[in-house]
């Protein structure tokens, strides 16, 4: 194969004139751009001693890449002594194969791998990938996604101040080019090449506040920061029960059970069942937020859609926004709630672990804590919401601090202003 002299940015920038002219790639390929804007790609051959030309479609609808592909096939008739206009048609099919454009060959991953993931973390791989990566590559065959180009996806989440999830949409990036490579849709992996261009994350524990005072000066200033209300409420009910922030963006309705909340094994971190105890204030979020969102599946939902969790990062701004970036995050509270009640509570240790539905150490303490010990694990609860929340502004006042408006249009958007947008 000879050296090709056509890029990607001169095929794009190229520009009409009053006459067609043309564009010659390598080896008989050639772009031919007519006056009225139009790109067609042509091979120019010989067979039977005779000139002919072969069309491979449009551009950009076929890439350049696909038409040397097309070629290349062409080429190969050649060799074989056939005449590859006989089977223009194939050509063309070849040409504008759509199998090996990344989104593709996304969601052919996604489905390939998606039954083993719990229903939340599926929606969260495709959501991400959907809002950062498709509207820049999504169109793209593999082949056609350099390092440069993958690192600028990745460099724009960055920029937004979402480190992990850069990381982790360049890791989805990678098992997505493995898995192309692997079927045959692609030869390189330019999302593993990028690894360490990556600005390096802080090692060690999530930051968090670990003390009484300063904790809940953090939740008076969160207060005071303007906010989609729904973001507000979910802030403090994670504050409340100390779970995980993926397990509230994905609490449904039906999970809920009196003064209980039963998150199914499919929803947790280490697939068991687990039951956060419901105190009084963390029962009052739920019964303000139910007129807001009680007509879709999701508590705490998107702003825009009912039906779509709240966005993953949309906690963790609002604690950076009032201040506290690289102090504390959503997953700190958890942190916070451990410090506090150990040290208050250094008895119930046991109890306050299976609160965080953390792994018992030994079978001992795997049979203390089958047990369940519920009627414990509610006073401890109040305790912590009630230190929590000392001199906090009320629940429904933040509701109607920051947009206490109708809840659900017909359509499934939660009806607040644009502005209210970014928080989720």
């Given at each position: ?8 940015v ?7 004139k ?18 009225n ?16 030309a ?15 592909r ?9 060799r074989?002594?056939q ?13 504008v ?12 991953w996604?489905?390939?791998h998606?039954?083993?993931?719990t ?32 690192l600028?996806v ?26 192309g ?8 992996n330019?999302?593993e ?6 600005a ?17 000066r ?6 005071h ?30 999970e809920l059970?009196d ?13 068991r ?10 029962r ?8 807001l ?21 949309a ?7 009032a ?46 804590n089958?047990?369940?010990h ?6 401890i ?10 001199d ?22 939660v ?10």
């Open positions: 194969m000879g050296v090709s002299v056509l890029t990607d001169a095929v794009r920038k190229a520009a009409p009053e006459s067609p002219y043309k564009l010659s790639d390598a080896q008989g390929l050639y772009l031919l751009v007519k006056p804007g139009t790109k067609l790609w042509r091979l120019k051959y010989r067979f039977g001693g005779k000139e002919k072969l069309s491979f479609g449009a551009y950009p609808e076929v890439s350049l890449i696909n038409a040397r097309a070629r290349e096939s062409a080429r190969e008739e050649l074989n002594g005449d590859p206009s006989l089977t223009r048609q194939q050509k063309r099919a070849e040409a194969r759509t199998d090996n454009q990344f989104r593709t060959v996304a969601l052919a996604i489905a390939a998606g039954k083993q993931w229903p939340q973390h599926r929606s969260e791989v495709q959501s991400t990938l959907e809002r950062f990566v498709f509207p820049k590559i999504g169109s793209l065959p593999l082949d056609a996604i350099t390092p440069p180009i993958a600028d990745v460099h724009c989440i960055e920029k937004k101040q979402a480190g992990e999830t850069a990381r982790r949409v360049r890791q989805r990036m990678g098992a997505i080019f493995a898995y490579i692997a079927c045959g849709l692609g030869t390189s330019p999302a090449q990028i690894k360490g261009a990556l390096p994350l802080q090692k060690g524990q999530q930051p968090a506040i670990i003390h009484l005072e300063p904790l809940r953090m939740m008076r200033r969160i207060e920061t303007p906010s989609h209300p729904v973001t507000q409420l979910a802030l403090r009910f994670l504050a409340l029960t100390a779970v995980r922030s993926g397990e509230v963006r994905g609490m449904l309705w039906t059970e003064d209980v909340w039963i998150i199914p094994s499919e929803r947790m971190k280490m697939r069942e687990h039951i956060v105890p419901l105190s009084t204030q963390a009052a979020i739920i019964e303000i937020i139910r007129p969102t009680g007509r879709g599946p999701l508590v705490f939902p998107n702003a825009r859609w009912a039906h779509k969790p709240m966005s993953e990062n906690m963790g701004y609002l604690i950076s926004r201040g506290y970036a690289g102090q504390h995050v959503p997953h700190g509270f958890r942190a916070s709630f451990s410090s506090i009640m150990n040290e208050r509570r250094p008895e119930d240790r046991v109890i306050i672990d299976l609160m965080l539905a953390h792994v018992p150490k030994d079978a001992v303490e795997a049979a203390y089958r047990a369940q519920i009627d414990r694990r509610k006073q609860s109040q305790e912590w919401a009630d230190l929590l929340l000392k906090a502004m009320p629940s429904r006042d933040l509701l109607q601090r920051y947009g206490d408006r109708q809840a659900i249009e017909p359509a499934g958007h009806a607040f202003s644009p502005s209210d947008a970014p928080d989720t």
